[in-house]
């Protein structure tokens, strides 16, 4: 590894330092790199205490979410390319998009010897979703029918007037979840769903054995699953330090662990992390400090990954902004995009960390399409964009002097990015444009559901499962509860609904990219990039890679 | 003696109570509501908000929670946090890291800091008290953190002497390094204050009778010089113990040492008021116990110094 001057200098100060108070010999710690050689093959990396019990319904976090993935396996696991695939599952069908059969395999155990049958799942669903049971991921079962029986509040008021509401569900279980017998299970939603088993590989719908269900509690300190990895050994989560996994010999899946085990080891700083890394004292670490974005890839020549994952960011146009309506705001829209040089920024602004987009949704969900038609609008090109907005103006002129505000909040390190964008808009369409600080993101949040923001605004979307339509529906159907701009087409509409309808999922893909064809001429929002997941790994390990979600494929991990 | 000790007992009572009232008080008063920060960009249900609610009787106005809070606390109750840890492990399980780190710091300030302050006062003027000198004023100069990251790249990366840093097995070999910079600074100021304190007593009416008695030099040196000069440094190690626990959060930061000043972090963070709460009111008791001893302290080395009329 290379060290500039100035820590050359600094460094032999700290010698300096040492060998005046005596101090010399703080090397007496034994170990250095002993651990380096370790005959069990077991793979450390960087991670942080869980916010909660591992109960996989109440791990909604991504410290305590890698865990989970590795202790359970559900009915569907997703491929390296955020493809579902079933696991546990022998079969999901479905023939109108609302009703499903699923049928469990069998023969698959917990680690405790416990089988895993359907009501393994029938259960570990039911008491997920009850409001009393508190648990972080109870809304991922809001599809199923009965899931507002078992959600239900009452309003209260107290003796100050004030009115706070209390859990208090109607009915235990849920009425459109029902157990056939040992292997299979019927689901019957409120609506049509055509994706709704693309969720199920997510934590919130891993099996419980019996046990968990008694003492949740105890279970969420040492789980027993069924997936590729088991606790190392009861307390094997030393809290605040570390989580120890080791293989589970009995896992019949196809996520074989291709190590001895993993150990979580918390920090949290990301930058001792990183130079643990560097001294080979710890495996990988898949969060970076913000100055080693920069170095990350001279640091680490050969052991570090930089992929796209499914989140990506946006610049929103508000529906309700005059000068960006009908044809001359259609024109307009067009313009801003290919004003807006994302390879340069990307690369200049995030030295490479994020990829400039070319849809609407993300390179690792299945059904992902780089050349929408239409999708031509995000390539950058001055000459293009300068005409387009002469055309514009022909139609009804620029408001003379008026500043385009794009608005961002200062707690999440936008201003260099916004400042670049800005910049672009003014140099190639020669227009006033300048960032809009917010302190606080959810003040952004109050004034775009109060649809009283004068500009853009900046946003982002991490998918919850791997689907095209968790990126469309959600922030574009017309009133759906990320859609704050207020984007509203029949159209397009109506393409996702009968998506959701499908028979298969690669008939509700083309249906999602048909919709996004509608997206591109109406441009609701500029898509700018993708999220990527940066890492670094030691000389000890290799094959490191990330899934459709960021998260690293542990169970891939080799030790040399 | 006894009734002195007992008095100032019974004061850690109303700055118990006053502390605790306070910190409750500012953490309660933070922005944002720590329920719904457990959950992230997605929302949850308005139920489960209300269930979490209940569970740690946020819906409770500010006295009703700290009178809850004053209550479990006199059964040996501390509850669990947000994240359902019961706050009494979390203690126990970060106190003892941050306490060896301590005490080390402080072995290592007081053993060197004295040793080579008494040595550069014996010798004013000389060579090594220059150096010395220069080199405390270095010492002192430089931030906490750029010396702990130049220690741990120098000694932990780059000769590999020790881990960079200390993680779950926190024991006094793998602390010596974050010791040693936490000890750094505070090292400086007692090596100075022992040369300072030594040079004003070499000159001293007694050090004078005692050499003219015919003692021996190492025994007027450690038996009057030092032990004379010690308590102005007790009184600024003792202060300082109380410091070390607490305000170590940079040096922990650094090295990973899962230890108080990590977890007040998070736990500040996180709008976790009952584990912040639990962990100030144990830096209070340690602040308390750490005065007393060097009240006490000052008794033996000083025996003109009485508690008792």
């Known amino acids: 590894m290379r060290f500039s001057r100035t820590s050359k200098a600094l460094g032999l100060l700290a010698v300096a330092a040492l060998a005046l108070t005596g101090c010399g010999s703080a090397g007496s710690g034994s170990s250095g790199q002993a651990t380096a050689g370790d005959p069990n093959k077991i793979i450390t990396a960087y991670s942080n205490e869980p916010q909660h019990p591992l109960m996989p319904s109440n791990t909604n976090e991504v410290y305590g979410g890698r865990v989970v993935d590795l202790l359970f396996e559900g009915l569907t696991t997703y491929d390296a390319n955020g493809k579902s695939v079933n696991a546990l599952a022998q079969s999901i069908d479905t023939s109108d998009g609302q009703n499903y059969t699923i049928k469990v395999k069998s023969g698959a155990k917990f680690t405790n010897g416990e089988a895993v049958t359907a009501k393994s799942f029938v259960d570990a669903w039911n008491f997920a979703a009850l409001s009393t049971n508190a648990q972080a991921s109870s809304s991922f079962f809001e599809s199923i029918d009965g899931y507002d029986a078992v959600s239900a509040t009452k309003k209260v008021t107290g003796a100050d007037g004030k009115s706070t509401s209390t859990p208090a569900p109607t009915a235990q279980t849920m009425s459109g979840l029902v157990l056939k017998d040992d292997s299979t299970i019927t689901v019957k939603l409120a609506q049509p769903e055509a994706d709704w088993p693309q969720r199920l590989g997510y934590s919130a719908f891993m099996p419980l054995p019996s046990d968990a269900l008694k003492d949740p509690k105890a279970f969420g300190e040492n789980p027993i699953g069924n997936g590729p990895y088991k606790m190392a050994a009861k307390g094997a989560w030393q809290h605040d330090s570390q989580i120890a996994l080791v293989k589970n010999p009995d896992y019949q899946g196809n996520r074989t662990a291709k190590n001895g085990g993993v150990t979580f080891k918390f920090y949290t700083d990301p930058a001792p992390a990183y130079t643990d890394v560097q001294a080979n004292n710890l495996d990988v670490t ?25 989140g990506n960011a946006t610049l929103n146009i508000p529906n309700y902004l005059p000068e960006f309506q009908g044809a001359a705001g259609q024109l307009r829209r067009q313009a801003i995009s290919m004003a807006i040089n994302r390879d340069e920024i990307t690369k200049v602004v995030f030295n490479g960390t994020r990829i400039p987009a070319k849809d609407f949704t993300s390179p690792s969900i299945d059904g992902y399409n780089a050349n929408v038609t239409g999708s031509d609008v995000l390539k950058f090109d001055a000459a293009k964009a300068k005409d387009l907005w002469a055309q514009a103006n022909a139609m009804s002129p620029w408001p003379a002097g008026k500043v385009l505000q794009l608005a961002y909040n200062t707690d999440g390190g936008n201003k ?23 302190a606080k993101f959810a003040e952004i949040l109050n004034l775009r559901t109060a649809k009283t923001l004068p500009g853009f605004t900046r946003a982002g979307w991490q998918a919850d499962y791997p689907s095209l339509y968790n990126f469309l529906g959600p922030l574009l159907k017309t009133g759906a509860s990320a859609n704050y701009e207020g984007y509203s087409n029949p159209e397009f509409d109506k393409l996702l609904t009968e998506g959701l309808a499908s028979k298969s999922t690669d008939d509700a893909n083309k249906k999602f990219t048909q919709a996004q064809e509608i997206l591109f001429k109406d441009l609701p929002n500029l898509p700018l990039w993708y999220q990527a997941r940066q890492a670094v790994w030691s000389q000890n390990v290799s094959n490191v890679d990330s899934g459709w979600n960021g998260v690293l494929l542990y169970y891939n991990i080799t030790a040399k | 003696m006894t009734q002195y000790i007992l008095r100032r007992l019974l004061q850690v009572i109303p700055v118990f109570l006053g502390t605790t009232l306070l910190v409750y008080f500012m953490v309660f008063a933070l922005p944002g509501d720590p329920i719904r920060a457990l959950f992230g960009d997605r929302p949850p249900s308005e139920s489960v908000i209300a269930a979490l609610r209940q569970q740690y009787n946020l819906d409770q106005p500010f006295w009703v929670q700290y009178g809850l809070f004053l209550k479990n606390l006199f059964t040996f109750n501390l509850g669990v946090d947000f994240t359902g840890q019961p706050i009494a492990a979390t203690l126990g399980r970060v106190f003892p890291v941050t306490a060896m780190l301590a005490v080390e710091a402080l072995a290592i300030q007081a053993v060197f800091g004295v040793a080579f302050g008494l040595i550069a006062g014996l010798r004013k003027g000389k060579i090594f008290d220059s150096t010395v000198l220069i080199a405390s004023l270095v010492v002192i100069a430089v931030p906490t953190f750029v010396l702990g990251f130049v220690l741990q790249l120098v000694v932990g990366v780059q000769l590999g002497w020790a881990k960079p840093t200390v993680g779950a097995n926190a024991d006094w070999g793998t602390l010596i390094l974050p010791a040693t910079v936490l000890g750094l600074v505070s090292f400086a100021y007692v090596l100075r204050l022992t040369r300072a304190s030594v040079i004003e007593n070499m000159n001293a009416d007694y050090v004078r009778t005692a050499t003219a008695k015919g003692l021996s030099r190492p025994r007027v040196v450690l038996a009057h010089i030092l032990r004379n000069s010690m308590i102005p440094v007790v009184t600024y190690l003792g202060a300082n113990l109380g410091g070390l626990m607490g305000g170590a959060i940079v040096t922990e930061g650094i090295f990973n040492v899962p230890g108080v000043g990590q977890k007040l972090y998070q736990a500040v963070i996180r709008s976790e008021g009952p584990t912040v709460v639990a962990i100030v009111s144990v830096l209070v008791l340690v602040f308390v116990a750490a005065n007393l001893l060097v009240d006490l302290l000052y008794a033996w080395l000083d025996p003109r110094i009485r508690y008792e009329k």
């Open chain 1, 286 to 310: 898949d969060v970076l400090p913000t100055n080693a974005l920069k170095t990350y890839t001279t640091d680490f020549p050969d052991h570090n990954l930089n992929k796209a994952y499914a």
């Open chain 1, 416 to 438: 260099e990015w916004i400042d670049a964008v800005a910049n672009n808009l003014k140099n190639n369409l020669g227009i006033q444009a300048e960032g809009q600080p917010f």
